[in-house]
């Protein structure tokens, strides 16, 4: 009777340890944050850190070009007839300048061959339109190359955790443990889930900037139509 009872009882405490050492294990993996996840990535996390820091530069500095890019005044084609109409060529160039955006600096480079033909005004203000959207496209090659390059980056983290894991197991011999595997795993598996991420927000940052870029070319077709009908010769 003393057996069983010294049995129960070392049964339950053994029991009642193996439930705290769950429980604290569990909360041990509950308080791992994203930084200690992402420091298990290696080298490479570092290189995505980098990424993704220069995509969200190239975003914010485009929207901010392309906030200036468009002219907010709807009045600003009634003006440059006005100016042209009562031959005030010298104000309508200087209300271009002042304005100072692409579609003024067009619009004051027809002003500039308004004693040519219709087809020489459109064709300079058109090679002009060319030279801005020039100027509003900088920026987006590097942002379609982080889109495509971050998840093969992830990848090629992925590829070295697993060569990583697969070279301690064939050191460690006879004595594989989970444990000498786990920094290889765990660099394979969060290399590709950072460089998927990254990818993934650089995609559709580039994609905004290049529907931006489309609105205002065709503000800028509009803007270059108007000019050569109304003012042109």
Same mark, same amino acid.
């Given at each position: 009777?003393?057996?069983?009872?010294?049995?129960? *009882?070392?049964?339950?405490?053994?029991?009642? *340890?193996?439930?705290?050492?769950?429980?604290?294990?569990?909360?041990?993996?509950?308080?791992?944050?994203?930084?200690?996840?992402?420091?298990?990535?290696?080298?490479?996390?570092?290189? /995505?850190?980098?990424?993704?820091?220069?995509?969200?530069?190239?975003?914010?500095?485009?929207? $901010?070009?392309? #906030? =200036? $890019?468009?002219?907010?005044?709807?009045?600003?084609?009634?003006?440059?007839?006005?100016?042209?109409?009562? %031959? +005030?060529?010298?104000?309508?160039? &200087?209300?271009? *300048?002042?304005?100072?955006?692409?579609?003024?600096?067009?619009?004051?480079?027809?002003?500039?061959?308004?004693?040519?033909?219709?087809?020489?005004?459109?064709? %300079?203000?058109?090679?002009?339109?060319? &030279? +801005?959207?020039?100027?509003?496209?900088?920026?987006?090659?590097?942002?379609?190359?982080?889109?495509?390059?971050?998840?093969?980056? %992830?990848?090629?983290?992925?590829?070295?955790?697993?060569? #990583?894991?697969?070279?301690?197991?064939?050191?460690?011999?006879?004595?594989?443990?989970?444990?000498?595997?786990?920094?290889?795993?765990? +660099?394979?598996?969060?290399?590709?889930?950072?460089?998927? &991420?990254?990818?993934?927000? $650089?995609?559709?940052?580039?994609?905004? /900037?290049?529907? #931006?870029?489309?609105?205002?070319?065709?503000?800028?077709?509009?803007?270059?139509?108007?000019?050569?009908?109304?003012?042109? =010769?």
């Amino acid at each position: 009777m003393f057996l069983q009872t010294t049995l129960a *009882q070392a049964l339950g405490d053994t029991i009642s *340890q193996s439930q705290v050492a769950v429980q604290l294990a569990g909360d041990t993996a509950g308080k791992m944050n994203l930084f200690e996840m992402a420091m298990k990535g290696g080298w490479i996390m570092i290189v /995505l850190l980098l990424l993704s820091i220069l995509c969200f530069y190239i975003f914010f500095n485009r929207l $901010a070009v392309y #906030r =200036k $890019a468009s002219i907010k005044d709807p009045s600003f084609m009634d003006r440059i007839k006005d100016y042209m109409k009562n %031959g +005030e060529t010298r104000s309508a160039v &200087i209300f271009c *300048q002042a304005t100072a955006s692409p579609l003024s600096r067009i619009v004051e480079k027809g002003i500039g061959l308004i004693d040519h033909d219709a087809k020489d005004i459109q064709t %300079g203000m058109e090679n002009a339109a060319n &030279i +801005e959207i020039a100027k509003l496209e900088k920026g987006l090659s590097g942002m379609s190359t982080i889109a495509s390059a971050a998840p093969m980056i %992830g990848f090629l983290g992925t590829v070295i955790g697993m060569v #990583r894991a697969f070279w301690e197991m064939s050191n460690a011999g006879n004595n594989i443990d989970v444990s000498l595997l786990s920094g290889g795993i765990y +660099e394979a598996m969060i290399t590709t889930v950072g460089g998927l &991420i990254v990818g993934i927000i $650089a995609l559709f940052a580039y994609n905004y /900037l290049v529907s #931006r870029v489309d609105a205002i070319t065709n503000e800028m077709e509009s803007f270059i139509q108007d000019f050569t009908v109304n003012l042109g =010769k």
